[in-house]
């Protein structure tokens, strides 16, 4: 199988697979192949917090041109897949093919799957591009196609607790993938000074009480396939609810804007976690924080909506407050900036390459000390 995700959480998602039991695991650009059966399959959409689609791939063949692949697509047996009065769709990536366009490449196969159904029932399934009951994937990489089936259906990312957003909200994989990066496990106290729709503090009370990615959830790609095994699917809910915790810790946001914070308090209350998570409207340097150490990790502006000195200003302003606000704190930066992160003022102590969608970005930590750092390597444990 391949379990896709972002450029950069390759190995936090080849972790979690090894923790549920896949094999054969191997970290490609943007994605995870392994091996598993279908129980891997179920606790890979359910459980890993990093995975945008698990892919299981069927067919595997050369194709130079669009008749090419019409043939070969149309050779395989999908009413062993399906049902004809099931619904599908066909998601198609292509990068340099001779078939040009993704678009038509998903035609092709529509058209193939469609008149195999035809010839053999004199009926075909229909196509149902939001709710499928199958959905195909198509990867054609220069001469070679695989044909593989989507068991997520709708992309992991949409766990289903977010009611609203504001602008430019936060993936929830990615957002899930910096707390791990940041090496977030629930034993402390969170803090997000720029927390927008909400999206870091709910992925980080998630984890801190091992709640399943997929827990809010109700539907899967798996769940319209032949062989999809409902008895086993709960047996994988169960367990996964017998180990979710207690977390005694605070999760706390700000935001300057009254309108994120209403989004992100309807957002924590769609999650059922106003025990947890406490957001009010403030400036990072007006808020007086009533915890003393713990993780912050935060996503500021880039600078697309303000002016070069402003974000100067934002950037200087988080390094300032760093230093006179949160000794004893490892403070991550999530910024798509390369330039304003140098006007924190801090050395960071970790730097990793990352994508947020099509923008280049940085995740920078920072560590802060109790006084200096050798006064804070020289204290005692």
Not at 55 to 70: G, M
Not at 133 to 139: Q, T, W, Y
Not at 353 to 378: D, L, T, V, W
Request: hydrophobic letters at 35%.
């Amino acid at each position: 199988m391949i379990a896709k995700t972002f450029f950069g959480l390759e190995a936090e998602l080849a972790k979690e697979l090894r923790a549920i039991g896949a094999t054969d695991i191997e970290e490609i650009s943007r994605a995870v192949s392994f091996k598993g059966n279908l129980e891997v399959m179920y606790k890979a959409n359910y459980l890993c917090y990093t995975a945008l689609r698990i892919l299981k791939p069927i067919k595997t063949f050369e194709v130079r041109d669009e008749n090419e692949l019409y043939q070969k697509v149309k050779e395989i047996k999908w009413w062993d897949y399906m049902e004809v009065d099931q619904t599908l769709a066909i998601n198609a990536v292509v990068n340099h093919s001779k078939i040009t366009h993704s678009q038509y490449a998903s035609l092709k196969t529509k058209d193939a799957i469609a008149d195999g159904f035809r010839e053999k029932f004199r009926r075909r399934p229909s196509v149902d591009l939001d709710n499928p009951d199958l959905r195909i994937n198509v990867h054609i990489h220069k001469d070679s196609c695989t044909l593989s089936l989507d068991s997520s259906g709708s992309s992991l990312h949409k766990r289903g607790y977010r009611s609203i957003v504001d602008k430019a909200p936060l993936n929830e994989v990615l957002a899930a993938g910096l707390l791990k990066l940041s090496d977030w496990n629930g034993q402390t106290n969170f803090y997000d000074p720029m927390s927008g729709s909400g999206t870091l503090l709910i992925e980080a009370a998630m984890q801190a009480r091992n709640i399943p990615a997929g827990n809010y959830r109700t539907e899967f790609g798996f769940m319209g396939w032949k062989d999809y095994d409902e008895e086993l699917w709960n047996k994988i809910v169960k367990e996964a609810s017998n180990n979710i915790r207690e977390f005694d810790h605070k999760i706390i946001g700000t935001d300057q804007s009254m309108k994120a914070v209403n989004f992100a308090k309807r957002n924590v209350r769609s999650a059922r976690f106003e025990k947890y998570i406490s957001i009010q409207r403030s400036r990072m340097q007006n808020f007086e924080l009533p915890i003393s150490e713990g993780l912050l990790v935060t996503n500021p502006p880039y600078g697309e909506r303000l002016e070069e000195d402003d974000i100067i200003e934002l950037y200087k302003m988080m390094g300032d407050q760093f230093k006179q606000k949160f000794q004893g704190f490892n403070a991550w930066i999530f910024s798509g900036n390369m330039d304003a992160l140098k006007f924190v003022g801090l050395r960071p102590s970790r730097k990793i390459h990352m994508y947020n969608g099509a923008i280049e970005c940085r995740f920078a930590k920072f560590e802060i000390y109790k006084g200096s750092k050798k006064q804070s390597k020289q204290q005692p444990n």
